[in-house]
């Protein structure tokens, strides 16, 4: 014999803009004079800024409500026969509209012209090639409104506990999550992007394929001793999709 059990969960919401996060758009938002803006500018040949530039960064007190739909299923299982064993697996799956999001400084470039109020450019310098645009002068990165976005991640937990001769209690443990998609689509007008596993996602913690902890626990006669061990998967240091990318990646491999 044994025992499972299934759960399922559907929600669909509308959320707002934290008040938090307009006092933060106020309070926190800088506009600093950088010495010159270093990531590669695919208008400028993949090139660093040689002038400083006006950094706009932080929340935004425009951003509209996002909106949200939550999928999940899962399940859970205690054979009879193994006492001690759980194990429970969920699946989840999460959409939004308008998301709040950040855009990073090479995505904004590669898509410069649908985004013209966020990044302005000074004359051409004398010595610059034909076909060159002129330095950028200001670039603006706040937080923004996404068209949408999509995550799809799988949750897996699993126990085992002994108790063993003597009173000693023994328990293997291990909790993964494995991250099956994670795209978001900037503008209606543009394509949906992956941002998984990309340290250079616009400011975002890196969603990684993998994340996992594992561990075992004694416990007898009132003390404890336990081992664990964290997991990370292998993550990009930029995006290998945009050009402006390339000089990172020759320099320091991604």
Known sequence: GGGSRRRDAFRCRRLPAHPDTRR?????????????FATPDPHRGNTASPLPAVYLSGSNPNLKPESSKTTSAGFIVEPKQWPGFRVSLDYTRLEKRNNITSISEARLLENEALFPERIQRGPNLPNDPSGWAGPITYIDVSRINAASSRLDAL???LKYGLDMKGGTHVEFWGNGT???KARQQLLPSL????ILGISASGGRSIL???????????????LGLGWTVHHYSSYFVVDPTLASSAPIIVAQGN
């Open 24 to 36: 933060q758009a106020r309070r926190d938002a800088t506009r600093d004079p950088h010495p010159a």
């Open 155 to 157: 949750d897996l937990q």
């Open 178 to 180: 494995w991250t099956l």
């Open 191 to 194: 394509e949906p992007f992956s």
């Open 208 to 222: 990684l394929d993998f994340r996992g902890t594992y561990g075992v626990d004694i416990e007898r006669g009132g």
